[in-house]
């Protein structure tokens, strides 16, 4: 039997959409709920506080700067800047920060992402039966397969319990789609600006999001069933883009967020990016069921060319540090849709490939978990503590620190952002992405009364191993230690293999009381005994069968 053209029908003849009743009735429900269900469950692997990602605080702080002293930056000592990436949440994160100042904000953060999360899980199990009864297919299959890729993808859960703006960005993608489907199917002129509306904002809470926007703008003027609602759709859009930038140029002097010049673009690790996400996010085959759907679906076929322009922005990014794939959401929410619609749809050897590509999709993300890349633990607890003590030490009105989030919610004072997230100056620097050259004078200039460096060394007498600190802060380090200007103070235990080594500025005093008494030799001292001890037990040991390197400082990524 031939396929049932989608074309068949005009607009106007289409069935109305009936809400779970076009994912056939109560089985078309309990899928829904059965999906949902299974997106709890992954929410409560990632219950642990220490899945919250250190990032999320910095937009919390701008928050709470923004409350108090009425200007949107991380750091009121500097001129602002914009450090985040994600206005909307940062202005949704008010609403609990102003009544509630007292409680840590990742809190209300979590749960409100898990909620989103579940929106988003609930929205696109309902579209994918709706796109596969348009198309011909079975709408209960399509509900299922696209609730197993969604269900099995921890990751986009991790993300959603970061406490960032993954999972509004998410639930706003999925919130477009449906409403442009629903527009697509009926019609309705109020459908249309709920659309624009939702596109627009997508764009407020990632600067991927307007290329989104753009594009859905563009799909809506070049296809003809959704022409006549053009202006419906990007009235909104435009609006809310040209609101923002004006904002941006205002507040920051900028049209674009600080981390552009702080996260230059890497396509060669964007392409690496990407491919890790098609190998374990969609487990390779787990495109199959998207070729199928776009060959058999319009509506499909526009969506999924809107995700892949998306995508190879992301590939030109240079994509991210973070576990799973957050930057590829919306090619990820698309593929999982195409699984379910291609799966309803499909017929014979096609049925089977798509089958198998849920399959696929399903193994490549278990393989994701099973290896510890699907999310992480980040010891903000460590940092929210150890900013509590900078906060308690008398004096200490700047510090100068990588991870800079928790810390900086909890120390009110200044802070020197290694990474130049927050920090216009840094950012402009050359190099990429946590590997910026080293402005010694500027730190100088700062003269910031502690500066924190990680390591996964923990400083000992006798130092057991070469020192190994962070990628970003060799160069740092290695100034540290020989210094006239600072001394080694702590050593503070982070958890995960990391240990905070403390360096307070020579003059100036870290209380025992809070840091604990200060230790007898410095690095400097313990590196170089080191390195003696291994020069006299080299001597006995042949040149060709030493393995030990000399080097006594070097970086090292977390694993």
């Known amino acids: 039997m031939a396929p049932r053209a989608e074309s068949a029908q005009p607009a106007a003849a289409q069935p109305k959409d009936a809400g779970t009743e076009s994912a056939g009735g109560a089985r078309g429900r309990f899928v829904v709920w059965a999906s949902l269900l299974a997106a709890a469950l992954q929410l409560a692997r990632f219950q642990n506080p220490e899945h919250a990602i250190d990032d999320s605080w910095v937009s919390f702080r701008v928050a709470r700067n923004w409350i108090e002293a009425g200007v949107p930056t991380f750091d009121l000592s500097r001129p602002p800047v914009e450090g985040m990436t994600n206005l909307l949440w940062t202005v949704l994160s008010m609403a609990w920060i102003r009544p509630f100042p007292d409680v840590d904000p990742i809190i209300p953060a979590r749960v409100l992402g898990g909620l989103l999360y579940l929106l988003t899980v609930g929205l696109l199990v309902r579209l994918a039966a709706r796109v596969a009864r348009e198309a011909g297919g079975n709408p209960p299959s399509a509900a299922v397969a696209t609730g197993l890729a969604l269900g099995a993808s921890g990751w986009v859960a991790f993300h959603a319990m970061s406490g960032m703006e993954t999972a509004l960005y998410g639930a706003l993608f999925a919130l477009a789609l449906d409403r442009l489907f629903t527009l697509w199917v009926d019609g309705k002129p109020a459908v249309a600006w709920v659309a624009g509306g939702a596109l627009g904002l997508a764009a407020v809470t990632r600067p991927e999001g307007a290329l989104i926007a753009a594009c859905g703008c563009l799909l809506v003027l070049l296809e003809k069933r959704f022409r006549p609602h053009w202006l419906r759709v990007a009235l909104p859009v435009v609006v809310l883009i040209v609101a923002t930038e004006v904002f941006r140029w205002r507040t920051y002097h900028s049209l674009l967020p600080n981390t552009f010049g702080a996260k230059p673009v890497d396509p060669a690790t964007g392409l690496r990016y990407f491919w890790n996400f098609l190998l374990y996010g969609a487990g390779l085959l787990g495109v199959a069921g998207t070729v199928v759907a776009a060959h058999r679906s319009v509506f499909f076929r526009w969506v999924a060319g809107l995700a892949a322009v998306v995508a190879v922005a992301t590939v030109v990014s240079g994509g991210d540090w973070m576990p799973g794939f957050r930057r590829h959401l919306p090619a990820a929410l698309t593929l999982a849709l195409g699984c379910g619609v291609g799966t309803a749809i499909a017929t014979g050897r096609t049925r089977w490939l798509a089958l ?153 005093t870290l209380p025992d009381s809070i840091w604990g008494s200060s230790p007898p030799k410095s690095p400097a001292q313990l590196l170089a005994e080191r390195q003696a001890r291994q020069e006299g037990e080299a001597q006995n040991v042949a040149p060709a069968t030493r393995t030990e390197p000399l080097v006594p400082l070097r970086g090292q990524a977390d694993p």
């Not at 928790?406 to 200044?414: I, P």
């Not at 600190?469 to 995960?496: H, K, Q």
């Open 356 to 508: 198998a590509g849920v399959a696929c999709w399903m193994i490549g993300n278990l393989a994701l978990t099973l290896r510890g890349r699907d999310s992480g633990l980040y010891g903000t607890t460590g940092m929210a503590k150890l900013g509590s003590m900078a906060q308690a030490s008398p004096g200490v009105g700047r510090v100068a620190l990588s991870d800079i989030g928790a810390f900086g919610w909890f120390f009110r004072g200044s802070i020197v952002d290694l990474y130049g997230l927050t920090d216009a100056h840094l950012a402009s620097l050359p190099g990429t992405h946590g590997n910026k050259a080293f402005d010694e004078a500027y730190l100088r200039a700062a003269a910031p009364e502690v500066i924190v460096i990680r390591s996964h060394t923990a400083i000992s007498n006798p130092l057991q191993q070469e020192l190994l600190v962070a990628p970003n802060e060799v160069s740092l380090a290695r100034w540290l230690i020989d210094a006239p200007e600072y001394a080694y103070r702590a050593t503070f235990p982070l958890g995960g293999g990391w240990h905070l080594l403390v360096f307070g500025r020579r003059g100036f």
